[in-house]
């Protein structure tokens, strides 16, 4: 049977496991997305050529996007496991994680999803195509800012508990040796000599 602590373990690993894949599944957007948010000289062209790109996402086929759905389920199971007993003073770090990975998904579900389906009906609401595929672009990276703040808390969550087993080892080590060195001037204090009985 599994303790908790090696439950968090393997919660941690299915956090960074899913938040990495995502991150990179998204990231690779960044080549369309890139020209029109940062590219001084976009033209029309790039936002066509990005609004190519995702009418051609919006035929994923189901498999694909099922994986894709299985990979964000297995990382919030794993941020439902370190949120069932958070340590009290490192718990900021769990909620936290947790709280940025709903973000995420529903970041993807709001603006990111709804953006792909527009680009192939055409309907972009109160705004230009331009204007939506531009908010697109932002959503991705977001969302790729959200995945990585998750991946760095996780980071820093590992670095506090591993600084803190440092510590305490370290405090075990000064107590041991403290111990030992009391019990080694008490075995070589001269003993008291006994006094002569009177004949």
């Not at 050529?49 to 964000?72: D, K, M, R």
């Not at 009906?121 to 990585?148: K, M």
């Not at 041991?176 to 001269?190: D, I, L, V, W, Y």
Request: charged content about 15%.
């Amino acid at each position: 049977m599994l303790s908790y602590k090696e439950l968090c373990t393997i919660g941690t690993g299915l956090i960074l496991a899913a938040s990495s894949f995502i991150f990179g599944v998204f990231y690779a957007n960044q080549a369309y997305d890139y020209h029109i948010l940062f590219n001084p000289r976009v033209g029309q062209t790039d936002f066509d050529n990005s609004l190519h790109h995702y009418q051609l996402l919006s035929q994923t086929p189901l498999p694909i996007f099922g994986g894709l759905v299985f990979v964000a389920s297995v990382g919030l199971i794993g941020c439902l496991i370190r949120i069932f007993k958070p340590n009290p003073d490192l718990q900021a770090f769990e909620y936290a994680t947790l709280v940025m990975y709903v973000v995420g998904i529903c970041l993807f579900v709001t603006n990111i999803k709804t953006g792909v389906d527009s680009s192939v009906s055409g309907n972009w609401g109160e705004v230009t195509q331009n204007q939506g595929l531009a908010v697109i672009a932002s959503s991705n990276i977001l969302l790729l800012v959200v995945f990585l703040g998750v991946i760095v808390l996780q980071a820093g969550l590992w670095y506090s508990n591993w600084e803190f087993q440092q510590r305490l080892q370290k405090f075990y080590a000064e107590e041991k040796a403290a111990a030992a060195a009391a019990t080694t001037a008490t075995s070589s204090e001269p003993k008291p000599k006994e006094s002569k009985k009177q004949k």
